[in-house]
């Protein structure tokens, strides 16, 4: 993510919708918008907008958008009092306005970016730092992926015609949906900064001998442009634009190295922001819908996302103001429901010092320091950011569509935590194990265990969320999942996620209990080991055992005077 100062992030799931939500190619308007006009998205139930668009043109507004399938229009009107008269409309749900500022001249007549002068770069593309990290150079002697997935590249722009991005280059689902408004036109597409060729060679910069190579080299990149000029800002009809535009042309993975601005944080109780955030919801929901995994930067403020309290960087596109925010509050898209949100690491694998972070905010983890990769004009450039962590994933998620091309977004985002190598904690503010901590979530990455052995069959995780209590010094209680569809025996590194919390841990002796009733040892208890909870990824040698059945977790407690339950438990096969 771009290190985030007043303008931008800067270098240094839902249940679906239904219905379709087809774009056409926008007709660039002729006479800039006056003095005065602002953007707004008006929300009603998806499928029934009619009734809101002719209300919008009888309170002295515009229709520039909309997106039924969804239920979201994006209005113009240079009236103060535009959402005011909107939300009191019959079947409109929420009113926002998108920006805190006039919209730009550039929204009436988006001129197409200029394609930059093209050197040719030296032979010669030795491994990074950052791929090796994460395995991906094991990973291109095994499965480089396949063309037959698009990742879509949802930033500023990317370079095309780069000469280590333009054989993996699909020009014809690449579009620009700066200002709000899809445009299909040749070359909307291209880099207004350098942001988003960076983000494209990460993913997929070719193995041709030059430059360097990404962690899927063998995948397609699609550019959607959001970000405006001459702002740079990503406004929320842009990343709802482009969210539909991804779910339609079928991309399996996006891109999302920004937050949607002009709010680091929008927050339910502010009536604009809380528009914002339902339409934005609506449109990645409806991009998962249609088999897109989505993967975002967590950001780069060092904020810990779990523990919100103020917020002095908003609004971005006027004159910000320090204001109190809670854990309501959200940054999107990365902190949506179904979307991977992505922590930055260092070569050494602590967190990078700008990174944000956050217990069950940060999913996974990658390299984001001083990232080698593709700038426009067919040259090259280090970045560092969350920013440049997030094509790591998206990279890796390609990969694993690449061999499993019947695999789910949910089954995607299980393989990307499953396969995740695990981190220990690199300072103070870090809690949990290193199965899971809130700085790296389930941990980093691992490109070659995408691919390794050809196919991984996705969907073998199984998991019981319900909770049990555990008597203090009391009979063992068990917790059970049903396995099924799992051929053979199971591994012999059966994967056993425990989330128990009790206090004093020392007292739990913790069993694994086998459909034949054979117990496996997880946890003795100890009389010296007084932390909190039980947080751990345990591996048993469950390999004589027959994979589908019954399985158990048994927790005893062997000492008095503390209490707990069995929060969730999960068998990764």
């Known amino acids: 993510m771009f290190v985030r100062t007043r303008a931008r992030l800067r270098a240094a799931v839902i249940a679906a919708v239904v219905g379709t939500g087809v774009l056409a190619a926008a007709i660039p308007a002729t006479a800039a918008p006056a003095a005065g006009n602002r953007s707004y998205l008006v929300i009603t139930a998806p499928g029934d907008t009619a009734g809101a668009k002719t209300a919008v043109a009888g309170n002295s507004g515009t229709?520039?958008?909309?997106?039924?399938?969804?239920?979201?229009?994006?209005?113009?009107?240079?009236?103060?009092?535009?959402?005011?008269?909107?939300?009191?409309?019959?079947?409109?749900?929420?009113?926002?306005?998108?920006?805190?500022?006039?919209?730009?001249a550039e929204a009436a007549n988006p001129a197409i970016p200029t394609a930059p002068a093209q050197v040719t770069p030296a032979d010669g593309e030795p491994v990074r730092t950052?791929?090796?990290?994460?395995?991906?150079?094991?990973?291109?002697?095994?499965?480089?992926?396949?063309?037959?997935?698009?990742?879509?590249?949802?930033?500023?722009?990317?370079?095309?015609?780069?000469?280590?991005?333009?054989?993996?280059?699909?020009?014809?689902?690449?579009?620009?949906?700066?200002?709000?408004?899809?445009?299909?036109?040749?070359?909307?597409?291209?880099?207004?900064?350098t942001h988003g060729t960076h983000v494209a060679g990460t993913i997929a910069a070719a193995k041709n001998g030059k430059g360097m190579v990404g962690v899927a080299p063998g995948v397609k990149i699609a550019s959607v442009r959001i970000a405006e000029k001459p702002s740079?800002?990503?406004?929320?009809?842009?990343?709802?634009?482009?969210?539909?535009?991804?779910?339609?042309?079928?991309?399996?993975?996006?891109?999302?190295?920004?937050?949607?601005?002009?709010w680091l944080f929008n927050c339910p109780t502010n009536a604009d922001q809380d528009?914002?955030?339902?339409?934005?919801?609506?449109?990645?929901?409806?991009?998962?819908?249609?088999?897109?995994?989505?993967?975002?930067a967590a950001g780069n403020e060092n904020y810990n996302l779990a523990a919100k309290t103020t917020d002095a960087t908003s609004p971005n596109d006027s004159t910000p103001a320090t204001r109190t925010v809670t854990n309501a509050c959200l940054s999107l898209p990365g902190e949506l429901s179904g979307v991977v949100s992505v922590s930055s690491i260092t070569s050494s694998n602590a967190k990078s010092s700008f990174s944000n972070f956050g217990t069950d905010k940060v999913h996974v983890a990658a390299p984001g320091d001083?990232?080698?990769?593709?700038?426009?004009?067919?040259?090259?450039?280090?970045?560092?950011?969350?920013?440049?962590?997030?094509?790591?994933?998206?990279?890796?998620?390609?990969?694993?569509?690449?061999?499993?091309?019947?695999?789910?977004?949910t089954q995607l985002r299980t393989l990307?935590?499953?396969?995740?190598?695990?981190?220990?904690?690199?300072?103070?503010?870090?809690?949990?194990?290193?199965?899971?901590?809130?700085?790296?979530?389930?941990?980093?990455?691992?490109?070659?265990?995408?691919?390794?052995?050809?196919?991984?069959?996705?969907?073998?995780?199984?998991?019981?969320?319900?909770?049990?209590?555990?008597?203090?010094?009391?009979?063992?209680?068990?917790?059970?999942?049903?396995?099924?569809?799992?051929?053979?025996?199971?591994?012999?590194?059966?994967?056993?996620?425990?989330?128990?919390?009790?206090?004093?841990?020392?007292?739990?002796?913790?069993?694994?209990?086998?459909?034949?009733?054979?117990?496996?040892?997880?946890?003795?208890?100890?009389?010296?080991?007084?932390?909190?909870?039980?947080?751990e990824t345990y591996t048993a040698n469950a390999s004589s055992e027959v994979a589908n059945g019954v399985w158990k977790l048994q927790v005893r407690d062997t000492y008095r005077s503390d209490t707990g339950y069995i929060n969730a438990w999960k068998l990764t096969f």
Request: charged share 20%; proline share 4%.
């Open 63 to 104: 229709v520039w958008a909309s997106y039924d399938a969804i239920g979201v229009i994006v209005a113009h009107s240079g009236s103060a009092d535009f959402a005011t008269r909107m939300r009191s409309v019959t079947g409109v749900q929420k009113v926002g306005a998108t920006r805190t500022s006039d919209l730009p």
């Open 130 to 193: 950052d791929m090796s990290q994460i395995g991906a150079d094991r990973a291109w002697t095994v499965n480089q992926g396949s063309p037959n997935v698009t990742v879509g590249v949802l930033d500023t722009g990317v370079d095309d015609q780069h000469a280590d991005l333009k054989a993996n280059f699909d020009a014809a689902n690449s579009a620009s949906c700066a200002y709000g408004k899809l445009d299909t036109r040749a070359g909307s597409w291209r880099d207004t900064d």
């Open 232 to 262: 740079g800002l990503f406004f929320p009809e842009n990343t709802i634009c482009a969210m539909v535009f991804s779910g339609d042309r079928g991309f399996e993975v996006t891109n999302n190295s920004y937050y949607t601005d002009p």
């Open 275 to 296: 528009a914002i955030l339902e339409g934005v919801k609506r449109a990645v929901a409806y991009a998962e819908g249609k088999g897109v995994l989505n993967v975002a």
């Open 370 to 409: 001083n990232v080698y990769s593709t700038v426009p004009g067919g040259r090259f450039g280090s970045k560092s950011g969350t920013s440049m962590a997030s094509p790591h994933v998206a990279g890796v998620a390609a990969l694993l569509k690449s061999v499993n091309p019947t695999a789910t977004t």
């Open 416 to 535: 990307l935590a499953t396969q995740a190598d695990d981190l220990s904690c690199s300072d103070t503010r870090c809690n949990g194990t290193a199965a899971k901590n809130n700085f790296f979530g389930e941990g980093r990455v691992d490109a070659f265990a995408a691919v390794d052995g050809g196919t991984t069959p996705p969907g073998r995780t199984f998991e019981n969320t319900a909770d049990v209590a555990i008597p203090d010094l009391g009979t063992a209680v068990t917790s059970s999942i049903t396995v099924s569809g799992v051929t053979g025996n199971a591994p012999a590194t059966l994967k056993v996620g425990v989330d128990v919390v009790h206090t004093f841990r020392g007292d739990l002796v913790i069993d694994l209990i086998a459909p034949d009733g054979t117990a496996y040892r997880l946890k003795n208890s100890s009389t010296t080991d007084s932390a909190d909870n039980v947080v």
